[in-house]
């Protein structure tokens, strides 16, 4: 059963390291469910990285004092069963594929949590993953190559993979880097629709303020 806690990230004196360096240290940071982050701070600040530890990609995490979703991490919650409640995207995802599929394969995905594994999705799953092709205005790139696009277009097709199983908690590393204003447009509008749902999350990473959707209402600064 879905635990009641309305807690989606506890974080407590969290340091993040690269080896033996240490870039940041006592980050202390909570999450409430309908909560919208701001995540701000310089290159080399360990945004990713922190980033890493919540979407459970980081081996570090389970020696961090930090919970998800009401559960500490390393209690017997498998990597899969959180992935399968956060939606993520980042400007370097599009590196990671290597595989000769279509796009409308890469956001359907998502649903899954995976990558490089292309299951077989439903009819419904299919038909909302046409749907934000269509919200997207990238229908022409339904059946074109991942591998094929350009890397504007790959990050729209990833953003899009990111919002499709309509996630409890939606992280955003730099989603927008490279895009156009058009399609910048259409992407922050998804962004507010998916937040005025009940009991949302969202982080959103960028360095440009501008970029910072309207329904942002907390922010976070690594020094």
Known sequence: PESESTEVVEMNNIEISYGNRIINKNINWQIEKGQNWALLGSNGSGKSTLLSYIFADNPQAYSKNLSLFGHKRGTGESIWEIKKRIGFTSSEMHLYYRENVSCLK???????????L????DE?????????FDILHINHLEDKSFLRISSGEQRIVLFARSLVKNPEL???????HGLD????????????SYAKQHNKSLIFVTHNQEEIPDCINHFLKLG
């Open 106 to 116: 890469v956001v359907e995905s998502g649903f899954f949590d995976t990558i490089g």
């Open 118 to 121: 292309f299951r077989k999705c």
């Open 124 to 132: 419904k799953q299919a038909g909302i993953a046409k749907h934000l």
């Open 170 to 176: 939606l992280i955003l590393d730099e989603p927008f």
């Open 181 to 192: 204003d058009e399609n910048k447009h259409r992407c922050l509008q998804l962004v507010e």
